[in-house]
């Protein structure tokens, strides 16, 4: 990950903090991102129970995106790992229910 090339899209200053600080801890954006999302415990894991989602799926794994916005500076690594990952050519950004649009409306709002 390099400062310039994420500095036109989050700006220099949070580019800069999440450069030092996944060098500081060898981390890779991904690994911050999954790291900040057990950290807050939005993660569940139950293999025993698995959890059925919306759409009726089940998963042994939930994540929780609604709890997370209630950390900024989580909020923050998550939408730039978004960012990231996203193609720059892209028209449109869309978030859909259940918790998708407030991360529609971050990642392109920094796009």
Same mark, same amino acid.
């Given at each position: 990950?390099?400062?310039?090339?994420?500095?036109?899209?989050?700006?220099?200053?949070?580019?800069?903090?999440?450069?030092? +600080?996944?060098?500081?801890?060898?981390?890779?954006?991904?690994?911050?991102?999954?790291?900040?999302?057990?950290?807050?415990?939005?993660?569940? &894991?139950?293999?025993?129970?698995?959890?059925?989602?919306?759409?009726? *799926?089940?998963?042994?794994?939930?994540?929780?995106?609604? +709890? &997370?916005?209630?950390?900024?500076?989580?909020?923050? &690594?998550?939408?730039?790992? +978004?960012?990231?990952? *996203?193609?720059?050519?892209?028209?449109? *950004?869309?978030?859909?229910?259940?918790?998708? &649009?407030?991360?529609?409306?971050? *990642?392109?709002?920094?796009?």
């Amino acid at each position: 990950m390099l400062v310039t090339c994420l500095n036109p899209v989050i700006g220099y200053e949070k580019a800069g903090h999440a450069s030092q +600080y996944a060098f500081k801890n060898n981390l890779t954006l991904k690994e911050k991102v999954a790291k900040v999302l057990f950290d807050v415990e939005a993660v569940k &894991i139950s293999v025993n129970e698995p959890f059925t989602f919306a759409s009726g *799926i089940k998963s042994p794994i939930y994540c929780d995106n609604r +709890y &997370i916005l209630g950390f900024p500076y989580e909020r923050d &690594i998550i939408i730039d790992g +978004y960012v990231e990952c *996203i193609d720059k050519d892209v028209d449109v *950004i869309v978030g859909v229910a259940t918790a998708g &649009i407030p991360w529609g409306s971050f *990642i392109a709002d920094r796009m």
